[in-house]
């Protein structure tokens, strides 16, 4: 009993490892990308893991590869940042990146989280030309 119970947390100790490096690598790419982009250093604060704990379930299967290859396609996205960085913080964490491709990509379940209010997402579905779902 006490070998079972050892192997049960030993086994959910390494898929909460697995989860937080997938997480931890997401940042580190996103972060790189949004220098190259913005060319401003990401703000990484603990508000990108609340935020990538919540939407990066939304995104699927959704490899980091996909994420920067639709970013790629989206230009206008990084003139957008640029402009709200000073003024609304989000727009300064690199997790910003992940919420365009979740609202893009979708739209109808990108509120469901209810971590952000429909006032900060209201840009990103501005900027994608798509309306806050009702």
């Known amino acids: 009993m006490i070998e079972a119970t050892d192997d049960y947390f030993r086994q959910v100790g390494n898929l909460i490892d697995a989860s937080v490096k997938s997480v931890k690598a997401l940042i580190g790419a996103l ?57 609304q913080a989000m727009f300064a964490l690199p997790s910003i990146l992940l919420l365009y491709f979740v609202v893009g990509n979708f739209p109808s379940i990108a509120t469901s989280p209810g971590l952000l209010t429909d006032e900060e997402l209201g840009p990103i579905y501005s900027d994608l030309g798509l309306a806050l779902p009702q």
């Open 31 to 87: 972060s790189v990308y949004y220098r190259d982009k913005i060319g401003l250093d990401a703000t990484v604060t603990t508000l990108d893991g609340e935020l990538m704990d919540a939407y990066l379930p939304l995104a699927g299967e959704s490899s980091i590869e996909d994420i920067l290859l639709w970013l790629n396609t989206r230009d206008f996205i990084w003139e957008r940042i640029k402009g709200r960085r000073e003024d």
